[in-house]
């Protein structure tokens, strides 16, 4: 977390790669639900083969009347991502909650404030360590509850035989016994409630994070592949979209932008394209799809302004528009070496025919 809230502070936003919500969006926009695609297509068609009515599975589909089948560029390796964590849980429970997620880091720094916690009463609990079986945070609620680490799953009170636990507004956790007793009672653990208020980082973590976070910008930055002289000739960002630094900064690689695409243009850009800055962030790749005249979906959906929202008129230069003209986000250029008029003085209208613009581009 504070590497990431570090780099943040230079202007570089990569909180989005391990951002549980953005890990969500960007897993079901480009992995999964392609996935369900594929397989409601393959079910689909092997009950059409056999006579059977498919309209019931084909509406099982996360992209229902496409002609084609989604595709996106890396998507094996955001689906990998996503089966490493999961897969990791195995070895370390909760391994993605605990060790990875910058949400969860901030959320653990305030709950050292929390009004309300697990409150384990001396009086009743015989250090049987039952309540360690299934805590999910291993918060430790039999001794030196880590409040930051808590999830407040309550199954440590499920478990408690002796009904020592329990979910308190002010807990007593900081009572001392006197005399051996706690409210006129007899204390029988033999471990002492000790507190932790907060997650448990050194001065000398916190300052080796920062250094990671100061050091982790200049080097992203430098990348070729995203500094201003030299950004990727392929990097080309959806209509509406701010100047190509600024949208770096502003991007989170939710890829919400790229699930509503309905042509299949928006593509996650890969390592090569951008670098870590700009992986997984929305970039046009024509040779899939195209840029439909009449729609701004995508910036309709960003939550962060990278891509700006902008209506038809805007987007296509007419109306109050007309003076400005319309988005450009490229120009399209001729090969002269492979078009077949200029290359072998073969006749072909093709790009003038699909041109959409009026007066022909
Ligand atoms: S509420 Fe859940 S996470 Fe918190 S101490 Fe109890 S078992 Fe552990
Ligand atoms: S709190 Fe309950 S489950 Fe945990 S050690 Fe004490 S008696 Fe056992
Ligand atoms: S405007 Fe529509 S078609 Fe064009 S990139 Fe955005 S979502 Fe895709
Ligand atoms: S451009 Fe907006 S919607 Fe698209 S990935 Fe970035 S933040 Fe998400």
């Known amino acids: 977390l504070i590497v990431f809230l570090v780099m943040a502070l230079f202007g570089s936003l990569q909180i989005g790669l391990l951002d549980p919500i953005c890990i969500m969006y960007r897993t079901v926009a480009t992995a999964f639900s392609p996935s369900i695609d594929l397989a ?54 909760r391994f993605f909650c605990r060790v990875l997620c910058p949400l969860g880091a901030l959320l653990g720094f305030f709950s050292r404030f929390s009004l309300w916690r697990i409150d384990r009463d001396l009086t009743r609990c015989t250090d049987c360590n039952l309540c360690l079986t299934h805590c999910e945070g291993a918060a430790d609620p039999q001794g030196a509850l880590r409040k930051s680490e808590c999830f407040v799953c309550f199954n440590c009170i ?24 706690l409210f006129g009672r007899p204390v029988i653990s033999q471990v002492g409630e000790v507190e932790r208020r907060g997650p448990d980082i050194s001065r000398r973590r916190v300052l080796l994070a920062s250094v990671v976070g100061i050091l982790g910008y200049p080097f992203l930055r430098l990348s070729a592949a995203v500094n201003d002289r030299n950004f990727h000739e392929k990097t080309i960002r959806p209509p509406g979209s701010v100047e190509e630094s600024e949208f770096l900064e502003r991007c ?28 997984w962030t929305p970039v046009m790749r024509m040779s899939i799809g195209f840029c439909q005249l009449n729609c701004t979906l995508c910036s309709e959906v960003c939550p962060t302004g990278a891509i700006q929202k902008i209506s038809i008129e805007k987007k296509l230069g007419v109306g109050p528009f007309a003076d400005t003209g319309p988005i450009s986000v490229g120009t399209a250029f001729i090969n002269r070496s492979r078009c077949l008029p200029w290359s072998m003085e073969t006749p072909c ?13």
Do not use: H
């Open 252 to 279: 989170i690689k939710c890829d919400q932008c790229i699930n509503v695409c309905p042509t299949n243009v928006l593509q996650p850009a890969t390592l090569a394209e951008g670098g870590i800055e700009a992986l």
């Open 158 to 181: 499920d478990d408690c035989p002796e009904e020592a636990l329990s979910y308190r507004f002010m807990p007593r956790s900081n009572l001392q016994p006197i005399d051996g007793k």
């Open 349 to 361: 209208v093709v790009c003038e025919e699909v041109c959409p613009v009026s007066p022909k581009a």
């Open 40 to 93: 409601v297509e393959e079910v689909g068609r092997s009950l059409e083969m056999r006579g059977l009515p498919s309209t019931w599975v084909r509406g099982l589909s996360f992209s229902p009347g496409a002609k084609e089948m989604r595709i996106f560029t890396g998507a094996w390796f955001i689906g990998a991502v996503i089966l490493t964590l999961v897969g990791m849980n195995v070895v370390i429970p």
